[in-house]
């Protein structure tokens, strides 16, 4: 059974870099033609899909985040991660790690989904 | 962007009711649609994809339709293990988009 899980700080001050990782078990991130993507939950509002990456490197981001976005594929230790620059307060949110299940290069829909964790923006 | 928009926004149902949830997409998508289902305090989970294709393990009283730019995400007898909140998610082109999402209680 595919698992994910994130880890990453709980509490970050405005302005700096957010890091996060998401370690896939129970299966590789380079087989097959998945990607994998962050999605965030702000408190008691929706779901935001961030960005996605295949394990080649090809990446997808949110226009609305693009220009604060980078992320990247570890295929040696089976995990990708997020980098959000210049974070504030309106970053607060349920960070979730996801495969985003797809067909010829192209990703549908998120599949398994990590347990999410809880990110703060606050001095 | 392609702009999901779910309606009602909430409902309240009795158990044994049948229910149905709209998502309209602000733009043609075909079938590339996907529901999710969010209990309280949990993570989102896939109920099904191509607008009808049921994810593996979703109980058969969950059903999807719909194409173009109209879907529902219908539930035959709702269940109390059903409170959730739903999101419908288009996957026609970037951004992928969701629905604003749909929280279903009971009466």
């Known amino acids: 059974q595919l698992q994910l899980q994130e880890s990453g700080p709980r509490l970050v001050k405005p302005s700096v870099t957010l890091s996060l990782t998401c370690t896939v078990s129970?299966?590789?991130?380079?087989?097959?033609?998945?990607?994998w993507g962050w999605i965030r939950q702000r408190p008691g509002k929706g779901l935001e899909w961030i960005g996605s990456i295949f394990y080649g490197g090809g990446t997808y981001y949110n226009p609305s985040l693009e220009s604060r976005i980078t992320m990247s594929v570890d295929t040696s230790r089976n995990l990708f991660s997020l980098k959000l620059t210049s974070v504030t307060a309106a970053d607060t949110a349920v960070y979730y790690c996801a495969r985003h299940e797809g067909s010829k290069g192209w990703p549908f829909y998120f599949d398994y989904w990590g347990q999410g964790t809880l990110v703060t923006v606050s001095s | 962007d392609i702009h999901m928009t779910q309606s009602p926004s909430s409902l309240s149902a009795s158990v044994g009711d049948r229910v149905t949830i709209t998502c309209r997409a602000s733009?043609?998508?075909?079938?590339?649609l996907a529901w999710y289902q969010q209990k309280p305090g949990k993570v989102p989970e896939l109920l099904i994809y191509a607008a009808s294709t049921l994810q593996s393990g979703v109980p058969s009283r969950f059903s999807g339709g719909g194409s173009g730019a109209d879907f529902t995400l219908s539930i035959s007898s709702l269940q109390p293990e059903d409170v959730a909140t739903y999101y419908c998610q288009q996957y026609d082109s970037a951004p992928w988009t969701f629905g604003q999402g749909t929280k279903v209680e009971i009466k």
């Open positions: 129970g299966g590789s991130i380079s087989s097959g033609t998945h990607y």
């Open positions: 733009q043609g998508i075909s079938n590339f």
